[in-house]
């Protein structure tokens, strides 16, 4: 996440407020809060983008505590965003901010978004005045850029669809059974909404479209838990038994390690290791929410934790879903609305950024078999491309092999299955963005009945191996390069799911 620049923040401070505006109406006031929120909303989801970096949705961003309107300010950001190239032109054509506009631009794109096609009532604000005094000369700028793309209203010129492809999605609800039995939840929900239950996860519940629990009282107190169908496929692939000790390698927000929990009936131990000092927090505020007791936190690196510490020598099963490019989950994330999207990003940049994910993958996926008592991993990704998912698997056979492991199949019944570029690719799972609403991966690895590690590493790898322990720390030696082959398929698929999710949209090329 890109750092907020304290100086250059927008602040909805209650300072400037009263300053600005001694005799509001409350219409006036909430409109007024609503921009500044929305305005700070947008500088983190354009930080992020500008980085490349993987930030959160703008929906979790929403959805934090301390946003108040949590729906007014959702529309706001995602129409910003939606009409924000033709907002840069026109204000880019009126050339009218000065140094003082130009370090709150977030604010000053959400109400122009107001000015050119919201509602221009309620515009109480420094800001909001300064533009409005402004009008004539941003007027005649879209007259200019109207009659200079051939356009008749500025809609005509925007050619992205859906602020929310989401509105087709079933909301899948999964009960956290720490707290609430299924048929409880289904009792309460089915007091406002038709429920179903899943017919492959258990304790997941299906919603329609567009029941929005947010701000839903079980919600709130962590009996449900709002959770991709997907996302809640992953710990029950790894199916830990009670009393177990499961390690989450890669755990923040948290969501599958209480799931973990849940599935375990609450006995055993899992551990829950993040590298990221504010997601810790928020993974904090997830276990707490569950009321899951079982759940020891741990802040530090998973490839620093070593294999020897006692206090792992227990651990029989390691659910793995590290950082990736999160491409599966591209339109839940309302990607397309982002200005990367829409410039389109230079393949290399995009191959180096996946190259890199993937050394990490290999790496954590390599470190995940030292573990001794280890029998179950799952590795999971949120991402569609082949080089995050079949690439992994592939190049760390072997390694898996020499420490006794071997594929297994997770929900042999689910016919969407790895991408069959090797033998043994039939045993992955990978769910469809368009067909499933969400683009998973999930391998599961399982050590072989009565084997005891018939290879130890050290002694029967062949020494000029590029799979020894020692080397997990060189990207280079655990390096699959793409093959050409690789490399095609990656981009035929992301280009044909993008062009079926486009069609689904109604969004032209
Ligand atoms: N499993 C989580 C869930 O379902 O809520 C999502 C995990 S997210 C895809 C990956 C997480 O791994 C991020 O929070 C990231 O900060 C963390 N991470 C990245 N590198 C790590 C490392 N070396 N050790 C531990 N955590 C790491």
Not at 244 to 263: I, R
Not at 370 to 383: D, G, H, N, Q
Request: proline share 5%; net charge positive.
């Amino acid at each position: 996440m890109g750092r907020v620049n304290n100086r250059t923040k927008v602040s909805p401070s209650r300072a400037a407020y009263k300053s600005e505006n001694r005799k509001m109406s409350n219409a006036d006031r909430s409109a007024y809060f609503a921009r500044r929120e929305a305005a700070k909303i947008l500088r983190r989801v354009l930080e992020g983008d500008a980085q490349r970096r993987a930030i959160a949705s703008i929906k979790s961003l929403v959805y934090a505590p301390s946003v108040r309107n949590k729906k007014g300010t959702f529309a706001l950001v995602c129409k910003t965003l939606k009409y924000l190239p033709v907002i840069k032109d026109v204000l880019e054509a009126a050339d009218l901010l000065s140094n003082k506009w130009k370090r709150q631009k977030e604010l000053i794109y959400v109400i122009m978004y107001d000015i050119l096609l919201g509602q221009k009532a309620h515009l109480a604000g420094d800001a909001e005045k300064f533009l409005m005094r402004q009008q004539s000369a941003l007027q005649s700028a879209v007259t200019q850029l109207l009659s200079k793309k051939k356009a008749n209203s500025i809609e005509d010129l925007i050619t992205r669809g859906d602020d929310d492809p989401g509105v087709s999605r079933p909301r899948f609800i999964r009960v956290n059974t720490l707290k609430m039995d299924v048929h409880t939840a289904i009792k309460e929900l089915g007091k406002r909404y038709p429920v179903q239950k899943d017919d492959m996860v258990p304790d997941l519940l299906i919603l329609p479209p567009g029941s929005d629990l947010h701000d839903h009282p079980l919600v709130a107190d962590g009996s449900i838990f709002l959770q991709g169908k997907a996302s809640s496929m992953v710990a029950v692939a790894l199916d830990p038994k009670p009393g177990w000790e499961v390690l989450d390698a890669c755990s923040a927000p948290g969501n599958k390690t209480v799931h973990l929990a849940s599935l375990m009936n609450g006995k055993g131990r899992v551990i829950a290791c993040e590298l990221n000092e504010s997601r810790v927090k928020r993974l904090q505020h997830t276990i707490k929410l569950s009321g899951a007791s079982i759940i020891d936190v741990l802040h530090g690196d998973f490839l620093k934790l070593s294999p020897k510490d006692p206090s792992l020598s227990k651990v029989r099963a390691i659910l793995l879903d590290p950082s990736c490019s999160g491409s599966g989950t591209a339109a839940v994330r309302l990607d397309h609305l982002l200005p990367s999207h829409v410039e389109g990003t230079t393949s290399g940049d995009d191959l180096e950024r996946l190259n890199k994910l993937a050394a990490f993958q290999r790496k954590a996926l390599a470190h995940a078999f030292s573990f001794p008592a280890v029998e179950r991993i799952v590795y999971s990704t949120c991402s569609i491309h082949q080089i995050e998912n079949e690439d992994v698997v592939q190049s760390l056979l072997p390694l898996a092999e020499s420490h006794g492991f071997q594929l297994d199949t997770p929900f042999p019944q689910w016919q969407r299955r790895g991408l069959p570029v090797f033998a043994g690719a039939n045993h992955l799972l990978r769910t469809d963005p368009v067909e499933d609403k969400e683009g998973f991966f999930i391998a599961l690895f399982k050590k072989k009945q009565n084997t005891t590690n018939p290879f130890p590493r050290s002694l029967n790898i062949d020494k000029s191996s590029r799979y020894r322990s020692g080397d997990v720390r060189n990207n280079r030696a655990l390096a699959c390069p793409p093959t050409k082959i690789s490399k095609l398929r990656l981009y035929q698929y992301a280009l044909s799911t993008r062009t079926r999710w486009r069609k689904n949209h109604s969004i032209q090329n």
